[in-house]
């Protein structure tokens, strides 16, 4: 049971290129979520998709595209990457149905661009 | 608006002494609040959710309703508790949750 996972763990951009980052969780999780996480910051949400076909914008939405492939996949991608997008990213899901149901990690994506 | 403050950004205790982390949160609703570890390098991990009312390693968490406070306790610090601490909340409508800036401790041998 591999929970939730991120590809690729880390990456170089040059400004202006595009990537796209992926994840897929094992649990049947109806919500995903992207973070990013930067020193000083905490954890700030990028965008959410509280269930499957549906998705929405969070603190920091701007930069970035996500697309909810299936219950199982949610994938973000960085058009036109910039330097402030520096950072570490975590996908992450839950049990929306179920009341209190944490968040479940994966191990992160570290993004440098340049 | 930060729904979740955590004012310590980085904590020291000597090994055995007792640890507190605090958290505060700004909410309307019935709060779903939880205390997240992550250790160096690795992936966030749940500690603890107040609903449980459980003890974690040794750390326990109380919900204050009238101080808006979740504060994160250990009576006896041990050196692997040196981590980031992050403190969340839930907003149940679109499943939100919302994070602290996080609090690193450091247990001093």
């Known amino acids: 049971n591999a929970g939730v996972t991120q590809t690729p763990k880390f990456q170089v951009l040059k400004t202006g290129q595009s990537m796209t980052l992926q994840c897929a969780q094992d649990?049947?999780?109806?919500?995903m979520y992207w973070y990013r996480q930067d020193p000083g910051m905490g954890l700030r949400l990028i965008y959410y998709?509280?269930?499957?076909?549906?998705?929405d914008k969070g603190e920091v939405p701007n930069g970035y595209n996500v697309s909810r492939l299936n219950k199982r996949e949610f994938s973000l991608r960085l058009e036109s990457a910039a330097p402030s997008q520096t950072s570490v990213y975590f996908c992450?899901?839950?049990?929306?149905?179920?009341?209190?149901?944490?968040?479940?990690f994966g191990n992160g994506t570290r993004l440098t661009v340049t | 608006a930060q729904r979740v403050t955590q004012p310590e950004k980085l904590l020291s205790v000597f090994k055995g002494a007792p640890v507190e982390l605090k958290c505060n949160y700004s909410?309307?609703?019935?709060?779903?609040l939880f205390w997240y570890v992550q250790y160096s390098r690795q992936r966030l991990q749940l500690l603890l959710r107040?609903?449980s009312r459980e003890s974690i390693k040794g750390f326990t968490a109380d919900l204050n309703k009238g101080e808006t406070s979740f504060h994160l306790k250990k009576p006896f610090a041990q050196e692997e508790d040196s981590a980031m601490y992050y403190c969340?909340?839930?907003?149940?409508?679109?499943?939100?949750?919302?994070f602290g800036t996080g609090t690193s401790l450091t247990v001093i041998p």
């Open positions: 107040h609903i």
């Open positions: 909410y309307s609703g019935s709060p779903e």
């Open positions: 969340a909340l839930i907003v149940r409508t679109g499943n939100q949750f919302y």
């Open positions: 649990m049947n999780h109806n919500s």
């Open positions: 998709s509280a269930s499957e076909g549906t998705t």
């Open positions: 992450a899901s839950s049990e929306y149905s179920r009341g209190n149901s944490p968040l479940h």
